[in-house]
């Protein structure tokens, strides 16, 4: 049985336009209570379940940025690409809760191309959608990565593997 590497894609292989949705994910209780203790954000909102009866929505929710912090992950295997660095969240905004039990995934687009220290790497614009299982986006935004090109020894799946003979 042949073993697959799956390889990251290179600045040169995104194309505006280009788009994917990664796996989902449920929010759950301990993943809130978690956050909590790591962002020192312990809102009634969040963790009291009597008072956030009585809130806006009327149960807990996660924290918003518990869920940027999820979009963040799941967006970085869909798709895998050769990431350099994170640049910028150029706008995000917090539409709907998520709730405990809430199954959420990424839907990811390319929206501009910016190559860089000619074509070595390139800054890549995305607009990221977390959406829920019946599709309604719960939160959305424009981020910003530094994603290497292909060096020139790489092949393009449409070359096949190189020799370092035939160069």
């Avoid at 809102?43 to 379940?49: A, G, I, S, V, Y």
């Avoid at 191309?113 to 800054?123: D, K, Q």
């Avoid at 959608?129 to 292909?150: M, S």
């Amino acid at each position: 049985m042949a073993r697959r590497v799956e390889s990251a894609l290179a600045f040169d292989e995104l194309a505006v336009g280009d788009e994917w949705e990664s796996p989902g994910r449920t929010v759950t209780e301990a993943d809130v209570v978690g956050f909590a203790g790591l962002s020192g954000d312990f809102n009634p909102l969040h963790m009291d379940h009597e008072t956030a009866r009585h809130g806006p929505f009327g149960k807990p929710v996660a924290h918003g940025l518990l869920g940027l912090a999820i979009a963040s992950g799941l967006s970085s295997h869909s798709p895998r690409v050769a990431t350099m660095a994170f640049l910028a969240i150029l706008e995000w905004k917090f539409l709907h809760p998520i709730a405990f039990g809430d199954t959420i995934r990424v839907i990811t687009r390319v929206v501009a191309l910016e190559p860089r220290s000619r074509g070595r790497r390139g800054v890549v614009t995305w607009h990221r959608r977390l959406v829920d299982v019946r599709g309604r986006t719960l939160q959305e935004g424009l981020t910003q990565t530094l994603v290497r090109g292909r060096t020139p020894t790489e092949p393009t799946e449409d070359e096949g593997p190189s020799c370092a003979a035939d160069s």
